[in-house]
């Protein structure tokens, strides 16, 4: 039951953002600040991912997480990078390179790959093998950076 639960949850979770990319007038600050929660949200099942490869492996807690990066990573994202969200406004501050902008074939291209990694992760996690769980955690990493390397500020 608590699993159809957490399933139902990520669905919402994941409908709300890609719902939220499809109305016809999100400010960008709040596109910016959506798309910022959804990463942090991965960012944090990553982490548990991780903790889970170092520590005791628990695959429950892994499928879960992997799952969760899978349904954000397929959730639409990319409608949250829409015009003017390409500089801060206000307080909000982005990351994200000009050049982002300006290769949305390149950018594509990443995406396409992240969201394969990222199905790959949970394909992977429900067999339960901490060995293959750790190669498809890693090339979920290579994705991110791919991305990050080319098109995200330092701060």
Known sequence: MKSINARCALGI?????????????????????????????????MGKIKANLDGTFDAKQVTAAANT??????????????PGTDKD?????????????????EVGKLAGNFVAAADNL???????DA???GTAFGDVGKSC??????????N
Not at 19 to 27: M, R, S, T, Y
Not at 89 to 105: R, W
Not at 122 to 128: F, I, L, Q
């Open 13 to 45: 979770f994941a409908l709300a953002l890609s719902g939220a990319a499809v109305a016809a007038e999100i400010k960008p600050a709040d596109q910016i600040q959506i798309r910022q929660a959804g990463y942090s949200f991965m960012s944090w099942n």
């Open 69 to 82: 990066i899978a349904a954000i990573a397929n959730s639409g994202m990319g409608a949250l990078f829409g």
């Open 89 to 105: 406004i206000g307080d909000v501050h982005t990351n994200v390179k000009p050049e982002f902008f300006q290769n949305m074939p």
């Open 122 to 128: 949970a394909k992977v996690a429900a067999t339960g």
């Open 131 to 133: 060995a293959a769980v």
């Open 145 to 154: 950076k791919a991305c990050h390397d080319k098109f995200r500020a330092k």
